[in-house]
């Protein structure tokens, strides 16, 4: 099984990928693309619409802070042709605040314990998302990679994409790749290490809370052979929070800012990401 579905970018300058799903049989409803979410979300609204119960709680790590969630199981979730079933969601009004934050009304967010069922390929020139079942192949391509790059996921409570990546021609350093993130993190430490000159900015929004930050700018950043020259970033101690969860360094986050420029290839299976 392969298929291809659209998708639209919400929120101008920091843009969100949503998608057009179909939960528990109904839909169609909006979520999220989020390779940054461990368990993919539901609003509660959406919760009572398709009677899904609560049957725990728990505590997350967004990007602001600590979150407190509930836990359900979906029927199944649809993405396209691409189908898993019984599938294990968090409920939390968080995602009402995102939807505020980029003019949106979003109804979910798809994490890692969907998408690591299929290859993912996001082709942002063309505003498409394709999956593959894990099982298949690998993915044909007819242009030549800037990147093919070993990745592994940082824990079980918190699978993130890991990779390494060059920071103005330096490292490697520890990033996250994360489609859920509209400008690229770094830590204040590595912003120290390198004297970047950065600006205070009004606070992001991320899961959790509000997140204080400034903004900057890296002469390149690169994985691999795929580099970006004058890339702004964020500059934020949230990483610290973030890099106690999953009990690793963590340097920077990789968001869409740089993603745009290519088309991004995540093959959970073989722990593989292919730039092109």
């Given at each position: ?65 600590r979150v407190r969630v509930a836990l359900g199981r979906l029927a199944s979730l649809e993405v396209g042709a691409a189908r898993v ?69 940082a824990h079980p409570a918190k699978p993130l994409v890991l990779i390494e990546a060059l920071v103005n021609g330096a490292g490697p ?50 994985i691999e052979n795929a580099a970006q020259r004058d890339v702004q970033v964020m500059v934020s101690d949230v990483l610290t929070m ?35």
């Open positions: 099984m392969q298929d291809e579905v659209s998708f639209r970018l919400a929120g101008g300058a920091q843009p969100l990928i949503l998608l057009t799903v179909r939960a528990g049989g109904a839909g169609p409803f909006e979520f999220i693309l989020d390779t940054g979410a461990g368990t993919s979300l539901i609003t509660p609204e959406l919760a009572r619409q398709l009677n899904v119960a609560e049957t725990a709680h728990k505590d997350g790590v967004g990007a602001g802070g079933e019984d599938l294990e969601v968090a409920i939390t009004d968080e995602l009402q605040r995102i939807g505020l934050a980029v003019g949106a009304k979003i109804d979910g967010d798809v994490g890692y314990n969907f998408l690591k069922n299929f290859r993912v390929t996001i082709d942002y020139a063309r505003y498409m998302l394709r999956l593959d079942q894990a099982t298949e192949g690998e993915l044909e391509s007819g242009a030549p990679a800037r990147a093919r790059v070993k990745f592994r996921i350093f520890q990033f996250a790749l994360d489609t859920g993130t509209s400008t690229t993190l770094i830590s204040g430490e590595l912003a120290q290490g390198f004297s970047l000159q950065s600006t205070s900015v009004p606070d992001m929004t991320g899961a959790g809370g509000s997140v204080q930050a400034a903004v900057g700018m890296l002469e390149t950043l690169a973030l890099g106690g969860a999953i009990g690793a360094r963590l340097d920077g986050i990789i968001g869409y800012n740089y993603l745009k420029e290519f088309k991004v290839g995540i093959d959970y299976q073989r722990e593989m990401l292919t730039l092109e």
